[in-house]
C-alpha cells in the first residue's frame, strides 16, 4: 500500500513519479479573492528531489 502511494505521488515541479517523495515547505504569496488582499501561504508539497523543491521555492520568491 505504501510503495503504490508513493508510485502514484507526482513532484509538484517536473511530474515525474516522485521515487522517494520529498515533502517541503513552501512560502509563497497568494491573493485571496473574498478579502482582495494578498497573504503569505504555507503550503507542504511533494517533489522528487531536494533540488527541485529548492528551485520552487526560488521560483515562488519571484
Request: overall charge positive.
Amino acid at each position: 500500500m505504501d510503495q503504490s502511494a508513493s508510485a502514484q505521488t507526482k513532484c509538484t515541479r517536473c511530474g515525474e513519479p516522485a521515487d522517494p517523495v520529498v515533502y517541503k515547505t513552501i512560502i509563497d504569496r497568494a491573493y485571496d479573492q473574498v478579502r482582495k488582499k494578498k497573504y503569505v501561504r504555507q503550503q507542504s508539497l511533494p517533489f522528487c528531489s531536494e533540488e527541485h523543491a529548492n528551485h520552487h521555492q526560488w521560483s515562488c520568491e519571484g
